[in-house]
């Protein structure tokens, strides 16, 4: 089963920008829909935005015209660009596949913190 590391986080102030990465252990190339997740302190772990192989993105309400993401299969890597990001954003950021019959165990994640 593929495994997926993420990274790319850290301190941001509002309004900023940041780029986050998703490398896997193997081949994303099967894995039709690839997803960001964020988990906020006290809430629950929530979706994000996916992204289909052949490049057809969903974006939650809250980030949409926000934040962008894309997949490079022969990297084997998912990316997150965030902009205007804001402190509601503050989170875990996780990525997996989004069919639950595809998930692989959750990684550690990678901490956003938007703060001044």
């Known amino acids: 089963q593929v495994q997926f590391v993420e990274s790319g986080g850290g301190l941001v102030q509002p309004g900023g920008s940041l780029r986050l990465s998703c490398a896997a252990s193997g081949s994303i190339f099967s894995i039709y829909v690839m997803g960001w997740y964020r988990q906020a302190p006290g809430k629950q772990r929530a979706l994000v935005a996916t992204?289909?192989?052949?490049?057809?993105?969903y974006y939650a309400d809250s980030v949409k015209g926000r934040f962008t993401i894309s997949r490079d299969n022969a990297k084997n890597t998912v990316y997150l660009q965030m902009a205007s990001l804001k402190p509601e954003d503050t989170a875990v950021y996780y990525c997996n596949a989004f069919r639950t019959t595809e998930q692989s165990a959750w990684g550690q994640g990678t901490l956003v913190t938007v703060s001044s």
């Open positions: 992204v289909t192989s052949d490049g057809t993105t």
